[in-house]
């Protein structure tokens, strides 16, 4: 809107200064000025300086033939050697007057352009930078052109300058890019900052740009070593073709800058924006914005899923579970949330709310008499941290418990290079009294390592299993697992049971413990102690 407001200004300007032209020239041709010709040459100057700085050079030009063919009109009058000497004085004058303010023109049109491009450059880089960037997306837009405009992000650049100088590190920075877009067709590269620039590619499609960027990935030499330290550079790249997309040149360079920001940040990535994963980008953003209040606004609420002993037929223990009441928002569950909270680091702070919950009405309980055990989903991430756990064992003492009466899951798989550590430290905590369980067992890439490596007192068996449990094969599986746990001095628990078909066949092989939507799907506080106050298997 601006911009057509300046345009139509402009143009009004245009109007006036050429309407005033028109006067002076009417005026010079009108009136006859031969007896002061100091008074033609100001005319002339003006007429000069008016025709060359509205209509550039070509207008220098045309004043330069109409003054001269007027006075080649005069010229043919002429009676006598004085006014034929004044007449030849005026035709050199008209010349040098047009060769100086062409002259002039052209170096302040020098300078003005020269100014220009110094504004519209990055200091650092040489690049041109975010204005010129936002202006020529907006120009291409506005012309209904056709492009491709790519985000390009080094993520990890600032471990480079903790250990090189600035000016080293922008050499090589400002070689790696101009080689880049040196490759590309028809490019146009922007600094944003030292690792973060963009690319406007015009007649190319958003397929054969990932092409040639997944050969910067596959080929390149990601690892460069400088001074015997290695670096590996981190790459986030988002490409989006700009059709429908939108109108607005700031909105298309955050679409490009989020399109290449998804998925895990600690791995190089290239992104081609897709609408329906743009939406679900969207709503994760959205999430990880609202879980910081959520969390201290305490939006979040517990739930309990029975855990049937169906060797002792009796209530043995419970998993806490959570879930987030966002009101007239949509649903979102705890693989969703759970997911975002430890990729945005907020996991511990989640994890010790659903510890203080959770004590909360493991006292009420213990208050009516019931000592429940409970269980609680804790990642290797915060297992390995040392103030996390001495948070945990101050966190029981002021309450006063035993850790007999908690069981820590451990879902993920653990790194090779973590393996000792996290065995010394479960092994650590079993033997201070905690339940350790593997859960999700069978499904993941570290289940057979965490049996024979990782000292365990209960292996969940994974639902994947249990839904295939009519199957003979998936029987003789699921019984070889179990005996294979027993065998390791651990009690297995069957999840994701849902009919009584499939719970006689896991009685049948010898599973230790139950839990599913067969015997109870997770419960509020109050109707879990009911449950677990009044449970009776022969309803079963």
């Known amino acids: 809107m601006s911009i057509q407001t300046n345009n139509k200004k402009l143009l009004n300007y245009k109007y006036i200064l050429n309407i005033f032209m028109i006067i002076l020239t009417t005026i010079y041709f009108r009136f006859n000025y031969n007896d002061n010709i100091h008074t033609q040459l100001v005319l002339v100057t003006i007429l000069f300086i008016f025709f060359t700085f509205i209509y550039n050079i070509r207008g220098n030009l045309l004043c330069l033939l109409l003054l001269n063919i007027y006075k080649i009109y005069k010229f043919s009058y002429l009676n006598n050697a004085n006014e034929t000497s004044t007449i030849l004085i005026e035709f050199t004058s008209i010349v040098i007057i047009s060769i100086l303010s062409a002259i002039i023109y052209e170096i302040l049109t020098q300078k003005k352009s020269l100014k220009k491009s110094f504004s519209e450059l990055d200091s650092n880089t040489g690049f041109f930078n975010y204005c010129k960037l936002n202006d020529d997306l907006n120009t291409l837009i506005q012309n209904n052109e056709n492009f491709t405009l790519v985000f390009f992000h080094i993520v990890n650049y600032d471990i480079l300058l903790k250990n090189h100088n600035f000016e080293k590190c922008k050499k090589h920075m400002i070689s790696h890019m101009k080689s880049i877009n040196s490759d590309l067709r028809n490019s146009t590269i922007y600094s944003h900052s030292m690792n973060k620039y963009f690319f406007i590619i015009k007649n190319n499609n958003s397929k054969n740009i990932y092409n040639y960027f997944k050969a910067i990935l596959d080929n390149i030499e990601t690892k460069n070593k400088y001074k ?313």
């Open 228 to 540: 015997k330290i290695s670096f590996t550079k981190i790459f986030k790249i988002g490409i989006v073709e700009q059709n429908e997309i939108t109108k607005k040149s700031h909105i298309l360079m955050n679409v490009a800058i989020n399109t290449a920001n998804q998925g895990n940040i600690n791995k190089s990535s290239i992104n081609i924006y897709d609408k329906i994963k743009a939406k679900e980008f969207e709503t994760l953003e959205e999430i990880a914005q609202e879980l910081p209040s959520a969390i201290s606004n305490n939006e979040f609420y517990l739930v309990y899923q029975p855990i049937i002993d169906i060797k002792n037929n009796c209530v043995s223990s419970c998993e806490i579970l959570t879930r987030w009441d966002r009101g007239d928002k949509p649903y979102v569950g705890p693989n969703v949330f759970i997911k975002i909270a430890e990729d945005i680091e907020l996991i511990q702070e989640l994890t010790k709310w659903i510890a203080k919950e959770s004590m909360k009405n493991f006292l009420d309980w213990k208050k009516r008499g019931y000592i429940i055990k409970q269980s609680i989903n804790v990642t290797i991430k915060e297992l390995l941290d040392p103030s996390f756990r001495k948070w945990s064992k101050n966190f029981l003492l002021e309450n006063e418990v035993d850790c007999n009466n908690f069981g820590i899951e451990i879902t993920e798989r653990v790194k090779t290079n973590e393996l000792s550590k996290v065995k010394m430290i479960v092994a650590h905590l079993k033997n201070k009294g905690y339940t350790i369980e593997i859960d999700d067992f069978g499904t993941g890439f570290n289940s057979l390592m965490f049996l024979s490596e990782i000292p365990t007192n209960i292996v969940k068996i994974d639902k994947f299993f249990i839904d295939k449990i009519y199957n003979y094969e998936m029987q003789t599986i699921i019984k070889a697992l179990i005996d294979a746990t027993h065998t390791l001095g651990a009690l297995v628990i069957a999840e994701g049971v849902e009919d009584k078909k499939q719970y006689q066949i896991l009685k049948e092989i010898g599973c230790d413990k139950i839990q599913g939507y067969y015997f109870s799907k997770p419960l509020k506080p109050d109707d879990y102690f009911n449950y677990h106050k009044n449970f009776n298997i022969n309803n079963y």
